[in-house]
Nanobody
Framework: QIQLVESGGGLVQAGGSLRLSCAIS?????????IGWYRQAPGERREEIAS???????TYAETVRGRFAISRDSAKNMGYLQMSSLKQDDTAVYSC???????????????????WGQGTQVTVSS
């Protein structure tokens, strides 16, 4: 069973930093997935904030560009989101997702193209 588990969330003061981790288990093909980080604040739509492809190409939302950095360690089946200069507006539930692309059905034991973690709360205080 493929699972994604986030960790590293918590309470931090404005201006502080946090590092979120995303552990991918249940597959030996984690390195083939694009890892994305998303967040959703109460009453708001879910926002994609960063992604990293299997080759390491990164994308960022304008709201976090220059403050957040996404990375991955394919040998450990891990994804990371380093968050710096945090603002109160960054308060949200942060989730990671792994997207195996249009050929997802070729991988053994896969039931869908995209798998999601359960999310971790990040709260930034003033």
């Amino acid at each position: 069973q493929i699972q994604l588990v986030e960790s590293g969330g918590g309470l931090v003061q404005a201006g502080g930093s946090l590092r979120l981790s995303c552990a991918i288990s249940g597959t030996t093909f984690a390195a083939n997935a694009t890892i994305g980080w998303y967040r959703q604040a109460p009453g708001e739509r879910r926002e994609e904030i960063a992604s990293i492809s299997p080759s390491g190409t990164t994308t960022y939302a304008e709201t976090v560009r220059g403050r957040f950095a996404i990375s991955r360690d394919s040998a450990k089946n891990m994804g990371y989101l380093q968050m710096s200069s945090l603002k109160q507006d960054d308060t949200a539930v942060y989730s990671c997702a792994a997207d195996w692309g249009r050929q997802w059905y070729a991988y053994p034991r896969f039931h869908t193209r995209v798998y999601w973690g359960q999310g971790t709360q990040v709260t930034v205080s003033s």
